[in-house]
């Protein structure tokens, strides 16, 4: 009889021989492509707050396609690059992943469209709140068919009590 545990993953694998590895990236939820300029302290301000919350949220958010001026430069990864005082920096900024949910979400913000990971919570509290009124709808429709049913058998039960009444049963009926 043979055993059915499985082998050992280096037992699994050939001594030799060659093997092809593909490796792709995860689709992300949302990305959006900032074009920015370094002259402004704007520019500058959103460089910084971008590579703050990478530090953050490094394994659910990545930067790519980052150049300077038209080369590819790798300012997300490198700690101590510091903010040119002018040219524009492009950078596509990809949310890969939230990591909360929106049933715990409550209170009031204000959310800046333009900004990925903000458009990603706007999307997300819009479609649960669509879906909560989806069935807030539902649930009415239903009570109000529930009431329509209730209210024709009440005159039904009203319509047959009155033709049993001793007048409706006295008076003559047409041959």
């Not at 990864?77 to 002018?86: C, F, L, N, Q, S």
């Not at 920096?89 to 939230?98: G, I, N, P, Q």
């Not at 329509?148 to 319509?159: A, G, K, P, V, Y």
């Amino acid at each position: 009889p043979q055993d059915a545990t499985p082998l050992p993953l280096e037992h699994q694998v050939p001594k030799s021989g060659q093997a092809e590895v593909v490796l792709t990236r995860a689709a992300p939820v949302f990305s959006h492509t900032y074009t920015i300029d370094l002259s402004t302290p704007e520019g500058a301000a959103l460089v910084t707050s971008l590579r703050s919350r990478l530090e953050w949220y490094s394994t659910s958010e990545r930067a790519v396609e980052v150049t300077l001026e038209g080369r590819r430069i790798d300012c997300f990864a490198d700690a101590i690059w510091i903010v040119p005082p002018r040219g524009i920096l492009k950078v596509t900024y990809e949310v890969l992943a939230m990591s909360w949910d929106v049933s715990d979400v409550w209170g009031s913000m204000t959310l800046d469209l333009a900004v990925p990971w903000e458009r990603v919570v706007a999307i997300s509290l819009y479609q649960g709140v669509r879906a909560r009124d989806m069935l807030r709808l539902q649930a009415m429709e239903e009570s109000v068919k529930a009431a329509e049913t209730q209210m024709r058998q009440l005159l039904l039960e009203s319509t047959s009590d009155a033709a049993n009444t001793p007048a409706a049963l006295a008076s003559p009926k047409a041959p």
